[in-house]
């Protein structure tokens, strides 16, 4: 019995073997992998970049050219590393300091939003952890935020 299951294990070596020869697969090798990154805002040439795939923010900011002069430069984490899809904001100066800071929100602001209870205020919360640079569109993106929630958050901060 164990001879056979030997046999069985060598015949089953030999044919994926066989297969990956025929089809030329080849495992991708890590520096080869990719990722694009859409990065927007004040950089010299907004738009989508393939990076590899442990870039970092400041590698983006690289390839879009560096930074333009209205850049706020202290709301950006130049070592956070980067992920497939995602979008960066890069805000100005003048912008910042007059935007609403999201990230410094409490539970209690956003359950003050018209259809935002606990549970969504913490979906919400938890998303701007994992995704430094979102914005209140971004939201949708949250499982459990529908458009509508979007909108009357957007509307709920900007005072209307």
Do not use: C
């Not at 410094?104 to 969504?120: A, N, P």
């Not at 205020?121 to 935020?145: F, P, Q, R």
């Amino acid at each position: 019995m164990k001879n056979y299951l030997i046999f069985a294990l060598i015949l089953l070596l030999f044919i994926a073997g066989l297969f990956f020869e025929l089809y030329k697969i080849k495992p991708v090798d890590a520096a080869q992998r990719t990722i694009k990154v859409y990065i927007v805002g004040e950089v010299v040439k907004p738009g989508v970049y393939e990076l590899e795939e442990d870039a970092r923010i400041e590698d983006v900011i690289k390839v879009s050219g560096g930074l333009t002069e209205k850049a706020n430069k202290e709301v950006i984490n130049f070592a956070a590393r980067l992920m497939d899809g995602e979008k960066i904001v890069v805000q100005a100066t003048e912008e910042d300091k007059s935007a609403l800071d999201i990230y410094s929100l409490s539970k209690k602001d956003w359950t003050g939003v018209k259809g935002i209870g606990d549970k969504k205020a913490e979906l919400i919360m938890n998303y701007l952890l994992e995704h430094k640079n979102a914005t209140l569109e971004d939201l949708v993106h949250i499982k459990g935020i529908s458009k509508n929630n979007v909108e009357s958050i957007i509307k709920y901060f900007n005072g209307e």
